[in-house]
């Protein structure tokens, strides 16, 4: 932080390495293996892009990091191809003479295999016409084209509103001019209209670039081969068992869940038909209805994850903000013992990522924020609010401005809003307009009845559902969102007579006190609310 010209903003060690590792070529190689050597190579290599870029460059660029950081194996890829122009002709020789080719007119010959700073060192020179972002472009897909690539991943190319899949067979090679490389490439038959593939796919086929990897959607460009192309002539063994089909979309509700939560089935369908839809809705209504309860076991039933992997809870409060919700800075303590600082993912974020990766998108993933309304909610959504419109498109990130962020379509938001909290009556018009509202009222399915249900399930006296009527009603209909849900009376104590009292004298009256402040006094307030008083006009019905 204090010499922040020298001492790149690359918090981890093994990033500083890699970075050192693929472009010290362009510096006269590597000085050392010391982190002092490393600081000072990567110090250098930093002077020199910078001076090609005429600007200062970004490690974390989609272009750059590309280039240096080392994933792994992640077994085959899938590559998005383009022509420069997007010619149809050179297209149609493509699929004709089962190639794919990159234009490499002004390039000098470089050998497969070729490391990221030579094809850095060597674009930036024979490339210098071209405009700096022009010139990242090229860098990546030679270094992808040379190095990256490999026979077996999938290659894909778009014309005429379709896309074309086709397997890479062989290694790349120079045409005999020079001016072209090339790959020997097995182009299908079959085209697949553009409009018909799933959004997520249709997002990563507009990302820019000659050559982009698209391996986050293999899955779903694999399921576009025809049965030929895996096999590729040769017989294959029988499969040892069937997989079954990962199903798609909610699981269906049923009777016993409905009953396990001692609600109505057709409610909850349109709840979730709801959310489905719109893909976040907010559950309101007053204090002890089951907003969480519900919220927590629709998610988990819909998801048909028993492990909670698919569903995380938040809880939001008046100090959360954006850090805490998507993404922030937090100080973090190195093997040195020094102090810097790192990028830390949050919730959002982190089951947006998975939920977004290849074979997830067949499966619903949950987020539920609780008390949804005690927070600013401008501050911690922040730019995110254009993304829960909008989830066909995507945007840069106030902490990730280079890399563009969409949420996946399998993400789901549940939030949930007490009514007896004023603070809902203030939120903003972009918020409604972005989440459908569901309202969970104890004179409303699919709460009304639940405690009577619940007690008839356990053999109870429906005493309880009673005395909650009878209250409920003493409440004035224009104050209907400081009526009282049945969770006070589905407790243990509920079910014998002092702790029926405990439960009205300290959290019920004190509740209502507050509901009635300067309206009603002490006396009045245990004339019209009071246990005795009700349970009195239970006994004249």
């Known amino acids: 932080m204090a010499w922040p010209s020298y001492f790149e903003p690359v918090v981890a060690d093994v990033e500083r390495r890699e970075i050192r590792d693929a472009f010290a070529s362009l510096v006269g190689g590597a000085h050392g293996e010391t982190e002092a050597d490393i600081t000072a190579d990567v110090h250098r290599i930093r002077l020199h892009l910078d001076e090609q870029a005429g600007q200062r460059i970004d490690w974390y660029d989609r272009q750059l990091v590309s280039q240096w950081r080392k994933v792994g194996d992640p077994g085959r890829r899938a590559w998005l191809l383009r022509t420069h122009q997007d010619s149809a002709e050179l297209l149609a020789a493509w699929r004709d003479e089962e190639k794919a080719t990159l234009d490499v007119e002004h390039l000098r010959e470089l050998t497969p295999g070729v490391t990221a700073g030579v ?30 690539m490999k026979p077996g991943d999938l290659a894909l190319f778009q014309n005429s509103g379709a896309i074309r899949i086709g397997v890479v067979l062989g290694e790349p090679e120079h045409n005999e001019d020079n001016r072209r490389l090339r790959r020997k490439v097995r182009w ?23 050559v982009v990897d698209v391996t986050r959607v293999i899955q779903s460009l694999q399921s576009l081969l025809p049965a030929e192309a895996e096999s590729d002539g040769e017989e294959t063994a029988a499969p040892d068992a069937v997989v079954e089909p990962v199903i798609e979309g909610f699981r269906p509700l049923t009777e016993e869940f409905a009953a396990s939560l001692h609600m109505e089935l057709d409610p909850l369908k349109e709840i979730a038909e709801l959310l489905e839809e719109n893909r976040q809705l907010v559950l309101y209504g007053p204090p002890g209805t089951g907003k969480t309860y519900l919220a927590k076991h629709l998610a988990a039933e819909l998801a048909g994850d028993s492990t909670d992997e698919r569903v995380k809870l938040v809880q939001f409060h008046p100090s959360y903000a954006y850090e805490d919700f998507f993404e922030g800075y937090r100080p973090d303590k190195t093997d040195d013992g020094q102090v810097s600082f790192k990028l830390v993912a949050g919730p959002l974020r982190r089951l947006a990522e998975e939920a977004a990766k290849p074979g997830n998108s067949n499966k619903p993933y949950f987020l539920i924020i609780d008390e949804m309304n005690r927070a600013n909610l401008a501050k911690v959504f922040g730019e995110l609010y254009f993304l829960l419109e909008y989830r066909d498109d995507r945007i840069y990130l106030q902490y990730s401005p280079n890399e563009p962020f969409s949420l996946p379509d399998n993400l789901y938001i549940i939030g949930t809003m007490n009514t007896a909290d004023r603070s809902i009556a203030m939120m903003d018009a972009a918020i409604r307009r972005r989440f459908a509202f569901v309202e969970l009222h104890p004179k409303v399915e699919p709460i009304r009845g639940s405690l009577r249900r619940f007690l008839a399930a356990r053999g109870l006296d429906t005493l309880n559902a009673d005395l909650l009527d009878a209250l409920n009603d003493s409440i004035d209909d224009w104050d209907r969102d400081l009526m009282i849900g049945p969770s006070y009376f589905m407790k243990n104590a509920a079910q014998n007579p002092a702790g029926l009292r405990r439960i009205w004298k300290y959290e019920l009256m004190p509740l209502l006190e507050e509901h009635y402040h300067g309206q009603l006094n002490r006396a009045q307030l245990e004339e019209r609310f009071g246990l005795e008083q009700l349970l009195g006009r239970l006994a004249v019905r």
């Open 188 to 210: 299908f038959d079959e085209t697949h209209p553009i409009a018909e593939a799933p959004r997520h796919v249709q997002r990563q086929l507009s990302t820019s670039g000659i």
């Open 119 to 148: 094809v850095q060192h060597a674009v930036d020179e024979d490339y210098k016409h071209l405009g700096y972002v022009e010139r990242e472009d090229t860098k990546t897909a030679v270094f992808a084209f040379l190095t990256v």
